[in-house]
């Protein structure tokens, strides 16, 4: 057996695609999170005095507020995530596309993979094959990410800047507040945390990737795109060990089956 895979049977090594696995993770979570069907302007509004009975105020109040903890957790996953999946399209075409001399310099390769995620971007047409168009770093799909990219950092390592985390302005005489405005009960709960999430800029920020990775799609020649966008859409895929050739092995469904006696269902529908 041993000679025959040495001389008769190519070595492939299964793998996870990181950029498809992250887009299906995303699209989940985006899922959860529209299927919660929230509409925080209309409850906001919401009061106790809405209610003939304040136990039916407070189970009401409690549902609404475990939708919008729920969706709290989900924002920040999917913001999080989302300059994450730009960067792993990036690493793809990286790792699918890269120059033959630099892809067989094992340190200059990691030289490559290993810079800024501004400047792999920048220099995606000269370490690359397959590109028809340099990329233009200043053009507003890219300025557009690089915001994202920044929002994120704030977001996920808890940075404290002031100026995207407040959240309103208060006045003391002496120990008695004075609100320039008046918040609501939901105003001061989950309308800070669901604010502080971007619960309000989740869509325009998913557009905005989806944009920035077909920007970069359209930069590269026909036939390679057609490559990427069979590669790119794919989870599970293969690496010749002898060729480095990328390959997709199998279909994406499962098929299982067992043998066994027949049920009385079986038997029935048989007889009829």
């Not at 036939?223 to 480095?244: C, F, P, Q, Y």
């Amino acid at each position: 057996m041993s000679r025959l895979r040495a001389e008769g049977l190519e070595k492939w090594t299964q793998f996870i695609n990181p950029f498809a696995r992250i887009k299906l993770a995303v699209g989940r979570l985006k899922g959860e999170l529209d299927a919660l069907s929230l509409s925080p302007d209309s409850v906001k509004q919401m009061s106790i005095f809405d209610f003939a009975s304040l136990e039916g105020g407070q189970e009401a109040w409690n549902e609404t507020a475990g939708k919008y903890s729920s969706a709290v957790g989900l924002c920040f996953g999917i913001r999080s995530m989302l300059p994450v999946m730009a960067e792993a399209f990036v690493n793809l075409l990286l790792f699918v596309l890269v120059r033959p001399d630099i892809k067989g310099d094992k340190r200059l390769l990691e030289s490559v993979v290993r810079q800024p995620i501004d400047v792999r971007i920048r220099s995606l047409h000269i370490n690359c094959q397959g590109f028809a168009s340099p990329v233009d770093y200043t053009s507003q799909p890219c300025s557009k990410y690089h915001s994202i990219v920044n929002e994120r950092n704030d977001l996920l390592h808890g940075n404290f800047a002031i100026e995207k985390l407040s959240f309103g302005t208060v006045h003391f005489n002496n120990k008695v507040p004075v609100f320039i405005e008046y918040p609501t009960f939901w105003d001061r709960s989950f309308g800070v945390e669901l604010a502080a999430v971007g619960f309000d800029r989740i869509d325009d920020e998913l557009r905005t990737i989806e944009s920035f990775i077909e920007y970069l799609l359209s930069l590269l020649q026909p036939s390679v795109r057609e490559h990427i966008e069979i590669v790119m859409a794919k989870r599970d895929l293969g690496l010749n060990a002898k060729t480095g050739r990328i390959g997709i092995l199998f279909p994406d469904r499962l098929v299982d089956m067992r043998a066994g006696p027949k049920t009385a269902t079986e038997d029935s529908d048989a007889d009829g």
